[in-house]
């Protein structure tokens, strides 16, 4: 019998994992002698902090990031061929959404391995949740180009399709551009665009406001959201 390639979210900030991740995850935890990482440190730290019941260093790790080529995850999987289960973590939120976990699943379904996926917290959906945007249709756009004239092109474009298909654009940016990039959207985008900034999901220090972008202008001087992990949402 063939074991399974189980998808493992991991908490996006609350400190208690048990707050942002079922009970029922944390035991399937201990199926797995092997797991497919995005960053070996904190991995090791997650299943730690998890209660993970076998010797860390006796359990087998493959890294798995944007730099990791089709070649490499060859072998990633052979494992579950001799009946063994596989976890896929996420660095932080739901394994293969914004995630380069896509890759080993993608393979998965081409050997014809079940997939399991798991609940856990998405800071995209959770900022959806809360920004009080159109739920019905949505898009995640990933990040927006660095260059300014670039990313000013590309904010009016997500602007565009926003009203006419009255679609939610989502989207994310580097940590440390973030302000960069709320400034670029309070200039950018017409005066009574909504755009709803979430920020510290699920931590104490949770920030989500929706407002339109003309009154960001004097708003984003009272918030600093310099290395703080954040959604970006424009909508109606």
């Known amino acids: 019998m063939k074991g399974k390639l189980i998808l493992f979210p991991v908490p996006i900030g609350a400190e208690e994992i048990t707050s942002s991740l079922p009970a029922q995850n944390i035991e ?3 199926s797995c002698r092997t797991f497919i990482v995005e960053e070996l440190r904190s991995a090791r730290r997650f299943l730690k902090k998890a209660g993970y019941p076998h010797a860390i260093d006796d359990t087998t790790f493959y890294t798995l990031n944007e730099h990791t080529t089709h070649e490499e995850i060859g072998n990633y999987l052979d494992a579950i061929d001799k009946g063994e289960n596989i976890g896929l973590l996420s660095e932080a939120g739901l394994p293969c959404v914004a995630d380069p976990g896509a890759m080993i699943t993608r393979v998965a379904q081409r050997r014809g391995i079940e997939v ?9 959906m959770l900022a959806l949740m809360a920004s009080g945007f159109n739920g019905q249709s949505f898009a995640f756009v990933g990040y927006l180009p660095v260059d300014k004239s670039k990313r000013a092109a590309a904010i009016r474009h997500l602007e565009e399709r926003l009203h006419r298909e009255h679609q939610t654009q989502i989207f994310i940016e580097a940590p440390y551009r973030n302000n960069q990039m709320l400034e670029a959207l ?5 005066a009574d665009t909504l755009v709803c900034v979430a920020c510290d999901l ?6 989500i406001r929706t407002l339109p972008s003309g009154k960001w202008k004097t708003e984003r001087e009272k918030i600093d959201l310099h290395k703080r992990n954040t959604v970006f949402l424009i909508g109606e």
């Open 186 to 190: 309070s200039t950018v985008l017409q």
């Open 202 to 207: 699920t931590l104490p220090t949770q920030y």
């Open 116 to 124: 399991v996926p798991l609940v856990g917290p998405s800071s995209l």
């Open 28 to 30: 399937l935890l201990a």
